[in-house]
């Protein structure tokens, strides 16, 4: 599993309550260009025609969109991001969406490629809903595990590290470990997308203005060598603002 991942929650679109829980949900992504003339606007109303057809049938889905800030070059425009709380309802919608579904306006885009991944809530120092920015800071990192890695004792560090942070007084900020369901080739060369997400900007500041004394703090608990046991490596950070268009659950 070892190939250039350009990519990823989120917000993750679901809204999970306890600060400490972890979770599993499945995720779909593909990558988009407007055609000629069009823009998110038009991809937003577009895709929220969706939105209907799901409270409808009573599917549970929800589809954010994903901008590059500071991801190098691209050949997209944008990624289109769904999830499902769980595996059975990914295939009630996809079965659905195929066979069912049927949308006589034009698609404003173009996507190519379309992959899913297993996404795992790992961390969350959740704020109030209502502080939240519309458009939130998310980051990538492409990460290999050790030949001894276990990915239950990986979150259980997590568990761990966030409880530290909370200690320190930082939040507005969680983790997903992203790992290879459906679409990737067999030679991927990653073993877990690592995604962070910040609630709203000032959160994102305060992580870099707090972020040497909190490194330390955590080094000082021991934290990193306990991730080295079963994180190799992890790189190609790339950062993307995440916006959700809508979020059926109900």
Same mark, same amino acid.
């Given at each position: !599993?070892?190939?250039?991942?350009?990519? !990823?929650?989120?917000?993750?679109?679901?809204?999970?309550?306890?600060?400490?829980?972890?979770?599993?949900?499945?995720?779909?992504?593909?990558?988009?260009?407007? *055609?000629?003339? *069009?823009?998110?606007?038009?991809?937003? #109303?577009?895709?929220?025609?969706?939105? #209907?057809?799901?409270?409808?049938?009573?599917?549970?889905?929800?589809? %954010?969109?994903?901008?590059?800030? =500071?991801?190098?070059?691209?050949?997209?425009?944008? $990624?289109?991001?769904?999830?499902?709380?769980?595996?059975?309802?990914?295939?009630?919608?996809?079965? %659905?969406? =195929?066979?069912?579904?049927?949308?006589?306006?034009?698609?404003?885009?173009?996507?190519?490629?379309?992959?899913?991944?297993?996404?795992?809530?790992?961390?969350?120092?959740?704020?109030?809903?209502?502080?939240?920015?519309?458009?939130?800071?998310?980051?990538?990192?492409?990460?290999?595990?050790?030949?001894?890695?276990?990915?239950?004792?990986?979150? *259980?560090?997590?568990?761990?590290?966030?409880?530290? $942070?909370?200690?320190?007084?930082?939040?507005?900020?969680? $983790?997903?470990?992203?790992?290879?369901?459906?679409?990737?080739?067999?030679?991927?060369?990653?073993?877990?997308?690592?995604?962070?997400?910040?609630?709203?900007?000032?959160?994102?500041?305060?992580?870099?203005?707090?972020?040497?004394?909190?490194?330390?703090?955590?080094?000082?608990?021991?934290?990193?060598?306990?991730?080295? #046991?079963?994180?190799?490596?992890?790189?190609?950070? *790339? $950062?993307?603002? !995440?916006?959700?268009?809508?979020?059926?659950?109900?």
């Amino acid at each position: !599993m070892r190939y250039l991942f350009l990519f !990823m929650l989120c917000f993750v679109s679901f809204n999970v309550n306890a600060t400490s829980d972890q979770y599993t949900i499945r995720t779909e992504f593909s990558f988009c260009k407007y *055609k000629d003339g *069009k823009g998110q606007n038009d991809v937003a #109303k577009y895709e929220k025609e969706y939105e #209907k057809f799901l409270s409808k049938n009573g599917l549970k889905y929800s589809k %954010a969109v994903l901008t590059p800030i =500071i991801a190098g070059e691209t050949d997209y425009d944008f $990624v289109l991001w769904g999830s499902w709380p769980n595996g059975v309802e990914m295939y009630k919608e996809y079965g %659905a969406y =195929i066979n069912d579904y049927k949308n006589t306006q034009e698609n404003p885009s173009i996507c190519t490629g379309a992959y899913a991944v297993i996404n795992t809530g790992a961390r969350h120092l959740r704020i109030p809903r209502e502080e939240y920015d519309k458009v939130q800071f998310v980051e990538f990192a492409n990460c290999t595990f050790t030949k001894d890695a276990s990915f239950q004792e990986l979150l *259980k560090i997590s568990a761990e590290h966030e409880s530290l $942070v909370e200690e320190f007084g930082y939040g507005g900020y969680g $983790v997903h470990y992203l790992r290879p369901y459906r679409g990737f080739d067999d030679d991927f060369p990653y073993d877990m997308i690592r995604m962070a997400h910040w609630y709203n900007r000032d959160k994102r500041a305060e992580n870099v203005q707090k972020g040497s004394a909190m490194r330390q703090f955590i080094q000082g608990k021991g934290i990193p060598d306990k991730y080295a #046991k079963h994180i190799e490596s992890c790189g190609n950070r *790339k $950062v993307f603002g !995440m916006e959700q268009l809508y979020a059926v659950l109900d």
